[in-house]
T-cell receptor, first 108, second 114 residues
Framework: GQNIDQPTEMTATEGAIVQINCTYQ??????LFWYQQHAGEAPTFLSY????GLEEKGRFSSFLSRSKGYSYLLLKELQMKDSASYLC?????????FGAGTTVTVRA | GAVVSQHPSWVICKSGTSVKIECRSL??????MFWYRQFPKQSLMLMAT?????????EQGVEKDKFLINHASLTLSTLTVTSAHPEDSSFYIC??????????FGPGTRLTVT
């Protein structure tokens, strides 16, 4: 099975940087996804990492270390609209297993 | 591209009745469609996986006779919640893929059973 662990909540100030960690245990690694989900809405795709290293996409970056079973999502220059739940997910058997999600609250 | 729609966006029904939720891939043919349920402040829980023309595969603990899934075409899957009860009130989300690992999510359907 898949075991995915991420912090429950994080709070940060507008303009700051927040790093959301995700550790996973899975058989047959096929990459790792990060999704953003605002309350009452469906998840939206942020990133997909297959190889080790950092991938930057504007204010959001995602890092993967396959040997450590570890990923993080880095949110820079936080804006109020970034307040949301961030979900780490790993594929298995053509399905996705989601972590419990990290709720990020951005304060002015 | 890769847009998935759901209908209805929200629905209120009385206890004991059935509700049908549609999931459509608008600009691609979906190899597989997935149905999730999400309770407040919890993550997405996969209910079942469906492929066009075949029976859905349900996750452990999900009652297949209560949550009927029909996948009639490569662009349409339906979830019917039969004999709904208040504990079935939840946010139901579908997703679809084109054969790879990435899933494209629908906007979700909020079901309230009174």
């Amino acid at each position: 099975g898949q075991n995915i662990d991420q912090p429950t909540e994080m709070t940060a100030t507008e303009g700051a940087i927040v790093q959301i960690n995700c550790t996973y245990q899975t058989s047959g690694f096929n990459g790792l996804f990060w999704y953003q989900q605002h309350a009452g809405e469906a998840p939206t795709f942020l990133s997909y990492n297959v190889l080790d290293g950092l991938e930057e996409k504007g204010r959001f970056s995602s890092f993967l270390s396959r040997s450590k079973g570890y990923s993080y999502l880095l949110l820079k220059e936080l804006q109020m609209k970034d307040s949301a739940s961030y979900l780490c997910a790993v594929p298995y058997d053509y399905k996705l297993s989601f972590g419990a999600g990290t709720t990020v609250t951005v304060r002015a | 591209g890769a847009v998935v729609s759901q209908h209805p966006s929200w629905v209120i029904c009385k206890s004991g009745t059935s509700v049908k939720i549609e999931c459509r891939s608008l600009d691609f043919q979906a190899t597989t469609m997935f149905w999730y349920r999400q309770f407040p402040k919890q993550s997405l829980m996969l209910m079942a996986t469906s492929n066009e023309g075949s029976k859905a595969t349900y996750e452990q603990g999900v009652e297949k006779d209560k949550f009927l899934i029909n996948h009639a075409s490569l662009t349409l899957s339906t979830l019917t919640v039969t004999s709904a009860h208040p504990e079935d009130s939840s946010f139901y989300i579908c997703s679809a893929n084109e054969g790879g690992n990435e899933q494209y999510f629908g906007p979700g359907t909020r079901l309230t059973v009174t």
